[in-house]
């Protein structure tokens, strides 16, 4: 299906009356809303056109007729208040003074994303007007003046809410679909983040309470408390029972039995050193030989 081209619609702008400087403000607002599609439809069925205006009492502005609907659109605009309302010395201030203004969507305000996107594309806009190499297309000039200075949204969508869709034309109609939200992008990542804080604080907590618990001393109190294992104790019990000496009378009668064996020791032996090797459980030595008488010797004169 033909369409028009960016030339077209800053032509017929500059013919209902809006400035260089104003043509280029509106044009850089078209870019993001519509992507310079005058049959673009958005926000689920309930804005239509250029610069998608809101309500159902414009649905006659999309017919299918690209040339007739932008003409058609223009002049609705400019009987809105539109081309006014594009009021700066800059395209660039040209630009937000129509986003804040006549769009008026939920980040269009002054330093918000829709608002620095359309301001950034007023100077891709005042480079065609400057130069007068225009885009053969709209589809050529959106993605020249994405790569130029867009608001980094990988969204296609015309919705400016919208963080990641689809917007483009079909055989018969104009398809503007939104996959995910902003505010739902931005709630998903916010609540990432209050999980994995929560995490970080509950391990935080627990570090200290287990250092605390360690310096108190209260450790140290605990183990005392403790009970020893009835096994050991009963265990070291008997080592002791049986490292003690018998009882005193057994003693003095052990003694008594040593001291009269040793008394039969030395009377049955004869000398004190047999006496001794007896007590000590030494066999007696043998008595030394008896020495023999020499016979006198004779003497010779």
């Not at 804005?47 to 007729?65: D, R």
């Not at 003046?145 to 055989?171: E, I, K």
Request: hydrophobic share 40%; with cysteine.
């Amino acid at each position: 299906m033909a369409t028009v081209t960016p030339k077209q619609i800053y032509q017929a702008l500059t013919a209902a009356g809006a400035s260089t400087i104003q043509a280029i403000g509106i044009m850089a607002n078209m870019i993001a809303e519509s992507s310079l599609n005058p049959e673009a439809v958005g926000d689920q069925g309930t804005s239509f056109g250029l610069v998608q205006q809101h309500g159902m009492q414009y649905a006659g502005l999309v017919t299918g007729n690209p040339v007739a609907d932008m003409n058609a659109q223009i002049k609705t605009l400019a009987q809105n208040g539109g081309i006014v309302a594009a009021t700066g010395t800059t395209g660039a201030a040209a630009a937000g003074n129509f986003s804040a203004n006549y769009e008026r969507c939920t980040t269009c305000q002054p330093g918000q994303a829709s608002y620095n996107a359309r301001v950034a594309n007023a100077a891709t806009v005042a480079g065609w007007v400057s130069s007068g190499s225009w885009p053969a297309s709209a589809g050529s000039a959106t993605a020249g003046a994405a790569g130029a200075g867009g608001a980094g949204s990988t969204s296609n969508s015309t919705d400016p809410t919208c963080a990641w869709g689809f917007s483009g034309s079909l055989v018969v109609t104009s398809v503007n679909l939104c996959v995910v939200k902003k505010t739902t992008l931005r709630h998903v990542v916010g609540g990432g983040l209050l999980v994995a804080g929560g995490v970080v604080l509950l391990a935080g907590a627990a570090i200290l309470a287990a250092s605390a618990f360690r310096s108190s001393g209260a450790q140290r109190a605990v183990q005392q408390v403790t009970p020893a294992p009835v096994r050991t104790a009963v265990r070291s019990a008997t080592t002791r029972q049986q490292r003690q000496a018998p009882p005193r009378p057994e003693r003095r009668a052990q003694r008594a039995e040593i001291s009269r064996g040793n008394t039969q020791a030395r009377k049955a032996a004869g000398g004190p050193a047999a006496q001794r090797r007896a007590v000590k459980g030494q066999a007696p030595r043998r008595p030394p030989p008896v020495a023999k008488p020499r016979p006198p010797r004779e003497i010779h004169h």
